[in-house]
């Protein structure tokens, strides 16, 4: 196996993707984070380096941060998902990747899915990590965030995301049995993957996240990954991408997803992940009065669903480790 974690980059439009190539298996795959990530500093989270030597062991990996993240540009404005998606062809080209299994995790699930419907000769499977074809409620997708709690979440994220106490207590919540030295690279790694902006622009993209009309299309042997401890809104969101998606093999791991789960590559985030990511509609009847203790206790909740975002690729990443080697 080669592990030359060197960074490199690809031209998708204006935008500079980073990305690194490890392993020398016989065949690619190409990792889709969740909400945040970093391809270099993911090397000093002891549990995120396992996951990437395991998956290096046996194929080809290409790993990338997406634009507005990690050692990517930030870019303005909120592009579109199709514009992001496009992001993994451009990775790939520069890669020398002619086809590639793709292991979407939490927000980045989405994105691979649109990659196979749009790309299917590049496409060689899916695998689809504790995630979801859309976030927000609908009246035929009921198992969505509804505007109010979207709200909050972004004020949240305005408020508090990039400071080190959030940090600190972020890496925490998701790897409670880890050393004082391990939660400390995690809450590094979260730091340096986004800024405040750039979290923020992307916690926008994500509400406009609906890949359903796709489902239908996608031709290539596809799972479905997520476990019974996981949120509603993961567990909801998995089966319907299962019972959408032709042929599409779902499988849901006994057990819930512990601290030191989330935060490792052999079970994280989401960012991570996305995992991120992890969230579940909240409903909350509309005559009931919120007191100053209830306000705060719903942004107590969203910035708990949110820090579960930004784990995201490690959390949903451990399931497609355990079920792939």
């Known amino acids: ?44 989270v002891p549990g995120m380096a396992a996951f990437n030597r395991r998956f290096s062991s046996f194929c080809r990996l290409i790993r990338f941060d997406k634009r507005g993240t990690g050692m990517s540009d930030r870019v303005s404005g909120v592009p579109t998902l199709e514009t992001r998606m496009d992001d993994v062809r451009a990775v790939m080209d520069a890669a020398g990747s002619e086809r590639a299994a793709l292991v979407g995790v939490s927000e980045g699930g989405p994105m691979s899915i649109l990659f196979a419907a ?46 080190p106490e959030d940090a600190a207590a972020t890496a925490q919540g998701l790897a409670p049995s880890a050393t004082a030295e391990e939660q400390q690279a995690l809450a590094t790694m979260i730091r340096q993957s986004a800024s405040p902006g750039a979290a923020l622009a992307l916690n926008r993209m994500n509400h406009e996240i609906d890949v359903r009309n796709v489902l ?10 997520n476990r019974e401890g996981e949120d509603p809104f993961i567990r909801q969101g998995s089966a319907y991408l299962a019972q959408h998606i032709p042929g599409a093999r ?18 994280m985030p989401r960012r991570s992940r996305s995992s991120c990511r992890r969230r579940g509609p909240r409903r909350r009847p509309p005559s009931r009065k919120r007191t100053a203790s209830s306000r705060r206790s719903c942004s107590q909740t ?12 490690t959390r949903a990443g451990a399931s497609c480790s355990r079920t792939t080697t």
Request: hydrophobic share 30%; aromatic share 10%.
């Open 302 to 313: 969203s910035s708990a669903r949110r820090r579960k975002r930004s784990s995201s690729a």
């Open 1 to 44: 196996m080669t592990v030359d974690p060197e960074t490199r980059y690809a031209r998708s439009g204006d935008v500079s993707i980073a990305y690194q190539v490890t392993g020398d298996g016989p065949f690619d795959v190409v990792h889709v984070p969740g909400f945040v990530s970093h391809v270099e500093f993911a090397w000093e």
């Open 216 to 225: 239908p299309v996608i031709r290539v042997p596809t799972l479905v990954l």
């Open 250 to 267: 779902h499988i849901e791991l006994p057990g819930p997803i512990t601290g030191s789960q989330r935060a490792t590559g052999s079970r």
């Open 118 to 163: 749009t790309y299917p000769e590049r496409a060689r499977a899916l695998a689809l990590c504790g995630t979801f074809p859309r976030e927000r409620w609908a009246p035929d997708y009921p198992f969505g965030i509804r505007d109010e709690e979207a709200r909050r979440e972004d004020e949240e994220i305005e408020r508090s995301w990039g400071t």
